[in-house]
């Protein structure tokens, strides 16, 4: 190799290096060219501004949610049994009344024969002993009469008859007289024994009656009663005057009797108030019975009907009926099974009246309230459909990292075809003002409670109150003027 040969290649590395570092320096030039006209552009979009203006600031919180039926029925059998029929399927549309499901109803409704035979029984008892009452009452109301006036009832009164004139004295010794096991001596001694009781003397006009009457020819009385009626007072004036005391109902009181024997008129009516004062008359009702068997019929007649109301209510729980229109969702059984009664047979659903269950975080769920706007978006449509807040759970629930609150929506107007279970995107309007001022929300910094600054065009920070804060806009109530220039992002 010759040296002109070395020197020319040197010549040509050293031109090339020169030309890589030129254009190493031309790119270092572009690209500082290129970052700052960026920062230019950069610092120009920061500049940005707009005016305050006037309009509507609205505030919504969003989720998602689930359609299901406003109102779920769980339908089960009254009574155990045998499934007998099925009417109806899962997913079978219904009208209120349609029966859906049937158990054998043979003993149930042997029950209610049995009870209503049972109640018409109890319904005789009560009758007759309605029917005894009356006459036990009839018949006690005749006697107190008679024992007032001294004389027989004639259609509920007593009979008026006139009293006969003292006829003369009779001999005074009579024969002697045994009156349940009493005897009674001679008339002069004026004792008569009744029953275990003694009376007095007979010119006293004086007699003890305890349950007998003794001396001369003693009445008895038609009128049933517990016992004997005594007569004393009368008795012993039958062995004083010889006379005698006539039976209720033949026409002649026991006064007119005692003066026809021969006493004195006077002496006759003291001891015919004697005999009153001594007669016993049965009680009204059930005398010495110690219970009241009307009382006991009507008591066995109330259980009877409950008794019937009961097996009626059995025998219309064999049979499942519709209490709503709406879809079935669940049947619990085939024909054949034995089911107790009380156990879910079949699960409803009203879907002609549907609703929206969404859960929202606790820092959305504070500002939610029964009653406010919202929208609804299927899953497999964008139209939006109106809703209302309907509930709120008062309480919440957690997984552990977030606690939730449940929501329930309602729509305006129901879409045709929903399901249940379809999902959704949940909106609702939890504030709104309309017609005040208001700026952009990105142009609002370092908000604590109704403070906030912005930044005016040309640079200065300013402080304003503000108002409600929405998604897009913030209202603005102090501070800041209609038109004027705010930074909209910095």
């Not at 001694?189 to 003794?214: I, V």
């Not at 879409?415 to 279970?421: A, I, N």
Request: glycine share 12%; aromatic share 2%; hydrophobic share 45%.
């Amino acid at each position: 190799m010759s040296k002109v040969t070395g020197r020319s290649r040197a010549n040509g590395r050293i031109r090339w290096i020169g030309a890589g570092i030129v254009l190493v320096g031309a790119v270092a030039a572009g690209v500082t060219l290129a970052v700052a006209r960026d920062d230019e552009a950069a610092t120009t979009a920061r500049l940005v501004t707009v005016a305050a203006d006037r309009g509507a600031v609205t505030l919504d919180v969003a989720t998602t949610g689930t359609v299901e039926p406003a109102t779920t029925r769980s339908l089960s059998f009254a009574v155990a049994g045998t499934v007998e029929s099925i009417a109806v399927r899962a997913g079978n549309r219904v009208a209120e009344g349609d029966e859906l499901a049937r158990l054998d109803d043979v003993d149930a409704a042997e029950d209610v024969s049995d009870a209503q035979t049972k109640l018409a029984e109890a319904q005789a008892r009560l009758t007759e002993a309605r029917e005894s009452a009356a006459m036990a009452t009839a018949s006690a109301t005749v006697c107190a009469v008679e024992t007032r006036t001294g004389g027989p009832v004639v259609a509920g009164r007593a009979a008026a008859e006139p009293m006969p004139a003292p006829k003369a004295a009779v001999p005074t010794t009579v024969a002697p007289a045994q009156a349940g096991g009493a005897q009674v001596g001679r008339a002069q001694a004026g004792r008569a024994q009744a029953g275990g009781a003694q009376a007095g003397r007979a010119q006293a006009g004086r007699a003890q009656a305890g349950g007998a009457a003794a001396g001369g020819a003693v009445a008895e009385s038609p009128q049933p009663a517990e016992g004997a009626r005594a007569v004393a007072g009368a008795a012993a004036a039958a062995a004083l005057y010889g006379g005698r005391i006539a039976q209720a109902g033949d026409g002649i009181g026991p006064i007119a009797d005692v003066a026809e024997a021969g006493a004195p008129m006077a002496q006759a009516e003291e001891l015919q108030a004697a005999a009153t004062a001594a007669t016993v008359c049965a009680t009204q009702g059930y005398p010495g019975s110690g219970n009241d068997q009307v009382l006991t019929a009507e008591q066995a007649v109330n259980n009877a009907e409950l008794s019937l109301v009961k097996a009626r209510e059995a025998l219309d729980g064999t049979v499942i009926k519709a209490p709503i229109a709406g879809t079935v969702l669940t049947v619990g059984g085939s024909v054949g099974d034995q089911v107790k009664g009380g156990s879910t047979f079949v699960g409803l659903a009203d879907t002609y009246d549907m609703q929206v269950s969404a859960e929202f975080p606790e820092a959305d769920a504070g500002s939610l309230a029964k009653g406010q706007a919202g929208t609804v978006t299927l899953a497999d449509s964008d139209a939006s459909y109106e809703a209302k807040v309907v509930q709120v759970d008062p309480v919440g629930t957690s997984d552990g990292t977030l606690v939730r609150y449940g929501v329930l929506l309602a729509f305006t107007a129901a879409p045709e075809g929903l399901l249940v279970g379809q999902s959704a995107q949940v909106r609702v309007r939890t504030g709104e003002v309309a017609e005040v001022l208001r700026v952009p929300s990105t142009s609002v910094h370092d908000i604590a409670g109704e403070s906030g600054t912005v930044r005016i065009a040309g640079g200065a920070d300013r402080t304003v109150t503000v108002g409600l804060r929405g998604d897009q806009y913030t209202e603005i109530t102090d501070g800041l003027a209609e038109g004027e220039q705010v930074v909209r992002s910095w």
